[in-house]
């Protein structure tokens, strides 16, 4: 499995930013794929946004036009740019891989960071 390391989460106002970022390391993987889930006590874990190795990606509706997900693949990092943050958006977010090592499927996840909105 591939390691995952989250940062970047606090607490901020509504209406503020913040940029999560995950490090992705794994000897012999090949990551195909890396995302982004948030979990909100009591709630079901879902996906925010993904991001392929070329460079396509995809969004929850509910976060269009506020999210950015990009990569950084010479640091072998991923980033969430969350801007016009609601409370609604308070949630453990999660930094998630997949990918193969020697052709064998494989997917990781980071141990969480939470993002609090709150004035």
């Known amino acids: 499995q591939v390691q995952l390391v989250e940062s970047g989460g606090g607490l901020v106002q509504p209406g503020g930013s913040l940029r999560l970022s995950c490090v992705a390391s794994g000897r012999n993987f090949v990551i195909s794929a890396m995302g982004w889930y948030r979990q909100a006590p009591e709630k079901e874990r879902e996906l925010v946004a993904t991001i392929t190795s070329g460079g396509s990606t995809n969004y929850a509706e509910s976060v269009k036009g506020r999210f950015t997900i990009s990569r950084d693949n010479a640091k072998n990092t991923v980033y969430l740019q969350m801007n016009s943050l609601k409370r609604e958006d308070t949630a453990v977010y999660y930094c998630?891989?997949?990918?193969?090592?020697?052709?064998?499927?494989?997917?990781?996840w980071g141990q969480g960071t939470l993002v609090t909105v709150s004035s």
């Open positions: 998630t891989a997949n990918g193969y090592t020697w052709g064998r499927y494989h997917e990781g």
